[in-house]
């Protein structure tokens, strides 16, 4: 992010490094479609408020419940259409983890590794009604070709994640969660099963619990879906930020070179301001979220648009 503008007078505005200026972030992401991440993993998230990110496999999905019963066995792919378009339309992410989850990495033409990626993104758009922005990479295999093949039209890939199951305790998870707290950083888990399948935990109460740990330093952590977390971060570190003092506030210009049709996510706007008492924000005309801290004011709106146009009073 470049500042421009700001001079001793001015007051000191910021893009904040996480939404709402938290210190790190946390995207809870699930593999293959589990049919108990919905019964167990989506309740237990809406619980805290939180939404997470479910890595798809369009060729394991089943059509209606009857079909799922029909093969009680099948770990993967337990989550019918219907419920995943229902996870989606409530703020839960479903996104792209290959068409039948081949080693992408181990595939000899780039016509297959596209039929993979393709296929998937088409049907889950047709399924869900939003194209995937993100992809999960089978096995966590990928090279130099696939990468660049999956990056395409796309915000992020999963490239790194934390890792949890069967032998993942509570403590563990919340040690994770506070030290990313510390070092100022995105944690992205990858959870398969909760207690019915490959790499369940133990009981449901170890992931229970963490959430709950979670939740009691939401003023801390941001948790956002994998592609809220990914455009923000990528957002931030490539808006250009004009500052243009007037009195009893200042006008925010931002200028961003992104693609507008994937990159979509508010950022937040932090002024440095002390004893604030009211705020008014606006952009192109509407009124934005603010919220007054006692050593700053917190603003989200939309980068590379209409200037944003801030004042403040103290007391």
Not at 54 to 76: D, M, R, S, V, Y
Not at 126 to 153: S, W
Not at 156 to 181: E, F, K, P, V
Not at 286 to 311: H, R, T, Y
Request: glycine share 6%; hydrophobic share 35%; proline share 5%.
């Amino acid at each position: 992010m470049k500042v421009i503008g700001q001079t001793g007078d001015t007051p000191k505005v910021r893009i904040a490094p996480f939404k709402g200026d938290k210190l790190c972030a946390i995207s809870y992401t699930f593999d293959d479609a589990v049919k108990d991440q919905s019964e167990l993993a989506v309740p237990m998230l809406e619980e805290f408020g939180f939404r997470g990110t479910f890595w798809a496999i369009p060729a394991t999905i089943p059509e209606t419940e009857e079909e799922k019963l029909k093969n009680p066995g099948k770990k993967w792919g337990g989550i019918t259409w219907k419920r995943l378009k229902e996870m989606s339309d409530n703020g839960h992410e479903i996104s792209n983890h290959g068409w039948s989850h081949k080693n992408l990495a181990n595939l000899k033409s780039e016509q297959e590794i596209r039929a993979e990626i393709e296929k998937a993104d088409s049907l889950i758009f047709l399924k869900i009604g939003k194209k995937p922005r993100t992809f999960c990479y089978p096995y966590n295999a990928y090279n130099d070709q696939v990468l660049a093949i999956a990056m395409e039209n796309r915000v992020d890939t999963r490239t790194r994640c934390s890792g949890w199951g069967y032998r993942t305790t509570t403590q563990w998870m919340n040690n994770w969660a506070d030290g990313l707290i510390k070092k100022g950083e995105w944690g992205i888990t990858m959870i398969h099963a909760i207690i019915d399948g490959f790499d369940a935990f133990p009981s449901k109460d170890v992931l229970y619990n963490h959430l709950a740990h979670v939740k009691k330093r939401e003023d801390k952590i941001w948790i956002g879906t994998f592609l809220d977390v990914a455009s923000y971060i990528k957002e931030a570190e490539n808006v250009r930020l004009s500052v243009i003092p007037k009195k009893n506030g200042v006008i925010c210009k931002t200028e961003m070179t992104l693609d507008k049709n994937l990159f979509m996510e508010p950022l937040t706007l932090v002024v440095e301001a002390k004893n604030v008492v009211s705020v008014k924000a606006t952009q192109k005309g509407k009124k934005l979220p603010a919220k007054i801290e006692p050593d700053k004011i917190c603003i989200d709106f939309m980068p590379g648009e209409a200037p944003v146009k801030i004042s403040w009073k103290n007391d």
